[in-house]
């Protein structure tokens, strides 16, 4: 007896299926459910239905919407910068052709590195007296003195500073879909443009990045994900500090379950920052891709 | 790009435009056109390429340059660690600090733990994503398109919004601070990124190879098996390479989930920072050895490195 292609098909999705619906859908399902809960962090304590309490709690606190603006402002930063410094590099790699090869490799390594380890490095070089770079930007006359800059210490640049590392270690990723973005626009458009007397700026404006609107469309939205859940590189250098001015989304809802003991709470902003993400995500896809329009 | 590819589905209707980043072509595009006949962005006068290497050598220097402290920081004795004002070179190399980092308790062990938890979540995530990309990419049904965007959406979620509701389901059915529960967690980010990538790999061979074995008398599971598995070894093989760097980088699952008996090197590199005061010179040392076995790995693997960043990205 043989089976139907469409059962086929089927029972060979249904083990990955069911992992993620085990895994990824039902914790998932456990959160919201638990947003609607006051829990005791004990096990076996008291949880007592709340209705959305946990939601008005989560709104009314300075340290949601702080940290959702936080977690705004480090992802464009750390989106923008990185597109800037991939393009850069891609478009330097693109010019020198062939013979850029082994430096394009060189360039990838960042991207295997640990985030934590990413993250204990640059606190190592950006720490307040025995951090190199305020010593060599000290020699190198730019401050007058090497502590002059509080990378870590200083509430108002905290979340800039504690944004390097991401994009120290994922600049290559950027500049690895760029390059091959460039790769694909044909030869012959570009010299027509040049036989056209088109400028650098005009080519790049004009041309190179209209043409490279799908691939910047994916880079964006993929980085940009990732930068919003950004983890291991802040706690690992600032905890969130000083005075939570680094304090981004995943690290307070981790704070709050963790240390403040409040999984009722916890799970709501889970919640909404989970829908954020997913808004934000889809509303990128549809305008950004525009799907349909490229075919 | 997604969207482009989906709709690949439906017709088979040839790449556009549109869905160009294909990988072969990003990964050795230069060879193509060797020598003198450059075209396009390819910079030909002297001096610009001059400008250009003299760009890229400082982009190198600046870009190398925190990693390579890391290094030598390692190798300075303590004091020099935290010298003020910090020198770049170790002004006396030592191996001492690998000795601390390394002697101190549960350190090696949390090596056995990061190397159990990445393979035992590589091979889970190849066992239920090589399948289902098939499944997926072979027979075209609808279930199979609205599995793939709903693998797509799960790289959206955000794993601190899993990761308490998952470690308390562990502690339930008896695997709180075992590899395996956290090779579990693992999977969870790695298993929607192995779907795609290894669509994309199926999507390459053609149809017509199991169907001549399926005449000759295979199964369809025989068929994939002895014919299909062999042809994508390649993509799989990226694929593995991809599930066990999520393993053994990710931190925050990591953080959730363990406690003393399954805690991975990620982890007690930032307990280094509570538990011991700053021992930065253990902390480099530490952090040096765990980067080691993942850049041996990447100079071994480096093009299917790339073929897999370039196509996940673009895919997924």
């Given at each position: ?9 089927l029972?060979l ?12 859908a039902f ?6 459910a ?7 962090p004990i096990?076996?304590?008291s949880?007592?239905f709340v ?6 709690r ?18 464009l ?16 790699f693109?010019m ?17 590195i640990?985030p934590?380890?990413?993250g ?5 070089l ?28 200083d ?22 879909i ?6 694909n ?6 010299e027509?443009?040049?036989l ?5 700026p005009?080519?790049l404006?004009?041309?190179?990045l ?11 939205v993929?980085r ?5 859940r950004a983890f291991?590189?802040?706690l ?6 000083p005075?939570?001015?680094?304090e981004t ?8 379950m ?9 799970s ?10 997913l808004?934000v995500a889809?509303v990128?896809?549809?305008?950004i ?7 | ?14 790449a556009?435009a549109a869905?160009?980043p294909?990988v ?9 056109r ?24 400082a982009?190198?220097?600046l ?8 290094l ?12 003020v004002?910090?020198?770049?070179l ?9 000795a ?12 056995i733990?990061?190397?159990q938890?990445?393979?035992i979540s590589t091979?889970l995530?190849l ?15 609808l279930?199979?398109?609205?599995f ?9 979620v ?7 509701p998952l ?28 779907i795609?990538?290894?669509?994309s790999?199926?999507e ?20 994939l ?15 593995a390479i991809f599930a ?5 980088n990710e931190?925050?699952f990591a953080?959730?989930m363990?406690a003393?008996?399954?805690q991975t090197?990620p ?9 011991f005061?700053?021992?930065w ?31 996940g990205a673009v895919?997924?």
């Amino acid at each position: 007896m043989r089976i139907s292609d469409r059962r086929f098909a089927l029972f060979l999705m249904t083990p990955a299926a069911l992992f993620l619906a085990v895994f990824v859908a039902f914790p998932l399902f456990r959160l919201v459910a638990d947003s609607f809960f006051k829990i005791s962090p004990i096990a076996g304590g008291s949880r007592d239905f709340v209705g959305l309490d946990n939601y008005f709690r989560a709104f009314a606190s300075e340290a949601f919407t702080g940290a959702g603006w936080r977690t705004l402002a480090y992802t464009l930063v750390v989106v923008t910068l990185e597109f800037a410094l991939g393009l850069g590099m891609a478009l330097l790699f693109t010019m020198l052709g062939r013979s850029s090869q082994i430096w394009r490799t060189v360039f990838m390594y960042p991207l295997m590195i640990a985030p934590i380890v990413a993250g204990l490095l640059w606190k190592f070089l950006m720490i307040d007296n025995f951090g190199l770079i305020g010593t060599l930007l000290h020699q190198a006359g730019i401050l007058s003195n090497p502590n002059q800059i509080g990378w870590l210490s200083d509430p108002g640049i905290v979340l800039y500073s504690v944004a390097i590392p991401d994009i120290w270690l994922t600049t290559s990723f950027m500049c690895l879909i760029l390059f091959a973005g460039l790769q694909n626009i044909p030869g012959d458009l570009i010299e027509a443009a040049r036989l056209d007397g088109a400028r650098a700026p005009a080519l790049l404006f004009r041309i190179i990045l209209p043409l490279l609107r799908p691939v910047i469309a994916v880079a964006l939205v993929v980085r940009g994900i990732d930068a919003a859940r950004a983890f291991d590189t802040i706690l690992i250098q600032t905890n969130g500090g000083p005075q939570s001015a680094s304090e981004t989304m995943s690290l307070l809802i981790y704070r709050t379950m963790i240390r403040f003991g409040d999984p009722g709470l916890a799970s709501a902003m889970g919640t909404i920052y989970l829908l954020g993400m997913l808004a934000v995500a889809f509303v990128a896809v549809a305008t950004i891709w525009r799907p349909g329009k490229d075919n | 790009m997604r969207v482009a590819e989906t709709s690949k589905h439906d017709g088979g209707t040839p790449a556009t435009a549109a869905t160009a980043p294909s990988v072969p072509a990003a990964v050795i595009p230069a060879r193509k056109r060797r020598g003198a006949n450059r075209e396009g962005l390819e910079a030909g006068r002297r001096s610009t390429r001059t400008l250009l290497w003299t760009l890229l050598a400082a982009a190198m220097v600046l870009y190398g340059f925190p990693f390579l402290y890391l290094l030598f920081t390692s190798f300075k004795t303590p004091i020099d660690t935290i010298a003020v004002p910090p020198t770049i070179l170790p002004r006396e190399w030592t191996l001492e600090n690998y000795a601390n980092a390394l002697g101190r308790n549960g350190v090696l062990a949390s090596f056995i733990n990061s190397i159990q938890t990445a393979i035992i979540s590589t091979v889970l995530s190849l066992l239920l994503a090589v399948p289902a990309a098939y499944g997926i990419t072979r027979y075209k049904t609808l279930s199979g398109r609205i599995f793939i965007m709903a693998a797509l959406v799960t790289r959206m979620v955000p794993p601190v919004a899993i990761g308490i509701p998952l470690a308390s389901m562990m502690a339930a059915v008896g695997l709180a601070d075992t590899p395996i529960a956290l090779s579990i967690a693992h999977t969870t980010i790695s298993l929607p990124l192995s779907i795609w990538l290894m669509s994309s790999f199926f999507e390459a061979v053609p149809n017509d190879l199991e169907e001549a074995a399926t005449v000759d008398g295979c199964s369809r599971l025989g068929a994939l098996w002895r014919v299909v598995i062999p042809v994508v070894s390649g993509g799989i093989a990226v694929t593995a390479i991809f599930a066990f760097l999520a393993s053994w980088n990710e931190f925050l699952f990591a953080l959730l989930m363990t406690a003393i008996r399954s805690q991975t090197t990620p982890v007690v590199i930032a307990n280094f920072q509570t538990q011991f005061g700053l021992d930065w010179g253990s902390m480099t040392a530490l952090a040096a050895v765990y980067s080691i076995p993942v850049i041996l790995l990447t100079l071994l693997l480096q093009r299917k490195i790339v073929a897999g960043m370039t196509l996940g990205a673009v895919k997924g």
